[in-house]
């Protein structure tokens, strides 16, 4: 459907454009009244267009152009709005661990029972991991080429010393200590996200060896707690245009609209790496694997579109799991490949993530070694497991991955402002590659057909 108001918006705003270039770089010192109106106007005009498209996400757009400008003309109003901010991340942090929990005890007690699926098992996970891995290492390279986050000065505390301090310093020992939990309840208290993956993991794992007579009822509680909290996320996403407008509007008004330059500079690191990964990693495997590209292209097409346009890899999965049958893949191997995948292999999600960690200490000011890094990959590459099914819940595992690392959250503040227009990429990359695995496992176990009736209904 036409928007009636799409029109109106985007001559205020080409007019507020002209008339700021015009000021800036033809000197015709336009007053600044002139300039402050002409940017109203156009967000003015957004705001209606945003009315009648009714949608989160262009919500959370909206809000954060009208956040930079309430930064920029008010700064002192736009740091006061950060308490909204806080009330928002607040929030978000009450869901890591239970989520974490509950999607990794039903993605292991659930769906990785070896003996059941044997062979065919072991591939998928195997896959999955490797995959996964480089995303996180191209991400992991991507981010320290551009160092979109270097440059950037946090606002200092109200001491007057700075808000940053450098992690302290551990040997192996320490570390490696630090991975396992001595009390659970302290670690969720503390946000220590990979004590509480590893606890969860070895109850997924104990879970799994049970008869089904007493995993039964544990299961299916771990998978009301996931759906809940699914939901529970969902619920705090109706925030999230007030806690991304406040954010920005915060950010803006103690560093000034030059940090929207680090903003989109991440945003087209993500995108570079993305095309990347595709074409370096995705595409050769789906070669080797011999996967008809064409035919593939047409049948992921659609819940590809659809993850997109709802950052929700969930919304996509009935399609997808469709698509690939109709294409050739058995049953069987769609409906372990395609759940499992949701869990263990997020190709898109884990790239962003190990991209945007880095990114905060960055902005943090804080230097990381190359071992330091790597643990963090690592702490990421077992926390990004089982995010699929709420949109932008890849926002919690970044802000539990950071504490743990005693890194600030303010830089993430700093991402919440574009972290919609990520998650349509990264949510897009998930799908893609989730459908690829199942095609790939299907030939791998020598079980894919393409069906004549794909072939044709397609043209």
């Known amino acids: 459907m036409k928007s009636r108001y799409a029109p109106a918006a985007m001559i205020l705003i080409t007019v507020a454009a002209l008339l700021w270039a015009a000021s800036h770089y033809l000197g015709l010192g336009m007053p600044a009244g002139v300039l402050m109106a002409s940017r109203w106007l156009a967000i003015l005009g957004l705001a209606f267009y945003s009315r009648e498209r009714r949608s989160l996400t262009t919500w959370i757009l909206f809000s954060m152009v009208i956040g930079a400008e309430i930064g920029h003309d008010w700064p002192n109003v736009g740091q006061n709005a950060r308490t909204l901010s806080l009330i928002f991340l607040s929030m978000i942090k009450t869901i890591i661990a239970p989520l974490i929990f509950s999607t990794l005890v039903v993605g292991i007690a659930g769906h990785s029972n070896l003996k059941q699926v044997g062979r065919m098992g072991v591939k998928a996970i195997i896959y999955f991991e490797v995959v996964t891995t480089i995303a996180l290492f191209i991400g992991l390279a991507a981010i320290n080429l551009s160092k979109a986050g270097v440059g950037v000065t946090l606002p200092t505390t109200a001491a007057g010393g700075p808000a940053i301090t450098a992690p302290p310093k551990q040997n192996a020992a320490d570390i490696i200590l630090h991975v396992f939990p001595e009390n659970i ?50 619920i705090v996403m109706m925030f999230a245009p007030i806690g991304v407008g406040a954010a920005i509007a915060y950010t803006v008004g103690h560093m000034g609209l030059g940090i929207l330059v680090n903003l989109f500079k991440l945003l087209a690191t993500l995108y570079v790496a993305l095309i990347v990964f595709l074409t370096g990693v995705l595409l050769p495997v789906a070669l080797i694997a011999r996967v008809p590209l064409k035919r593939f292209i047409q049948a ?44 263990f292999n997020l190709d898109g999600t884990t790239l962003y993530l190990s991209l945007a960690s880095i990114f905060v200490a960055q902005v943090a000011g804080v230097h990381m070694t190359l071992g330091q890094q790597l643990l963090m990959v690592f702490t990421l590459m077992l926390t990004s497991k089982g995010v699929a099914g709420v949109p932008r819940a890849s926002l919690v595992i970044l802000l539990g991955t950071v504490q743990s ?18 998650d349509m990429a990264r949510t897009s990359v998930n799908v893609l590659g989730n459908c690829l695995a199942t095609v790939v496992i299907a030939r791998w176990e020598k079980e894919f057909e393409l069906k004549e009736e794909f072939v044709h209904s397609n043209g």
């Open 185 to 234: 309840a302290k670690s969720v208290a503390e946000g220590q996200v990979l004590q509480i993956v590893v606890f969860s993991i070895i109850f997924g794992i104990a879970l799994a060896l049970l008869a089904e007579k007493q995993k039964g009822p544990m299961l299916r509680f771990c998978e009301s707690l996931s759906e809940t909290m699914f939901k529970f996320t969902n």
């Open 405 to 422: 690392f005693n890194l600030p959250t303010e830089p993430v503040f700093i991402i919440l402002g574009i972290d919609e227009l990520m």
């Open 300 to 343: 992921v097409a659609e819940p590809v579109s659809i993850a997109f346009a709802t950052t929700s890899s969930e919304a996509a999965l009935p399609r997808a799991m469709e698509q690939m049958e109709r294409l050739g893949v058995p049953r069987q191997i769609v409906a372990f490949v395609m759940p499992t995948g949701y869990s």
